[in-house]
Structures are given as C-alpha cells and as structure tokens.
C-alpha cells in the first residue's frame, strides 16, 4: 500500500497536480464508468464494494430502487 501510495505522489508531483492519492484515482475510475453507461452494480463490482451505497457516495448519485437487496441479506461480491 505504502508504494502504491509513493507512486501515486511522486507521479502527481511530476505532472504538477500538488493533491492527488490512490483513493482519488479510484472514484475518477468509478465516475468515468457511470458517464460511460456503466451499471451503479456494475461499478459496485469493479470496486469490490460491499454495500452499494458506498459505490452511490463515489458518484454522487443514489439508485433508482429504495435498497439493494445485498444490503439485507448478506451477499457480498467475490474479490
């Protein structure tokens, strides 16, 4: 995590960017997905979140249904 968490710095600082981090790159992923058509259950998948109201607070959006079922039951995606 630490070099991951490096690269990430040390790429931003080279292109100029002076706040960037790995969890950033991660929500532009998931914001890029949604603009291009992609599912919110599908994002929640890529992302391996558990819960699909964290995958709505990367994007900013809330689902059309009132809860997703795995929410309820239990179900969590595989890694």
């Not at 990430?8 to 890029?32: F, M, N, Q, Y």
């Not at 919110?40 to 994007?59: A, C, D, F, K, P």
Request: proline residues 4%.
């Amino acid at each position: 995590v630490k070099a991951v968490w490096h690269i990430v710095k040390e790429s931003a600082k080279r292109i100029g960017v002076a706040k960037l981090a790995p969890h950033d790159l991660r929500r532009t992923c998931a914001r890029l997905c949604h603009a291009s058509g992609g599912e919110l259950e599908q994002i929640q998948l890529l992302l391996g979140h558990i819960s699909v109201q964290t995958t709505e607070r990367y994007l900013g959006c809330k689902q059309r249904i009132r809860s997703a079922v795995n929410d309820h039951i239990g179900i969590e995606p595989n890694p």
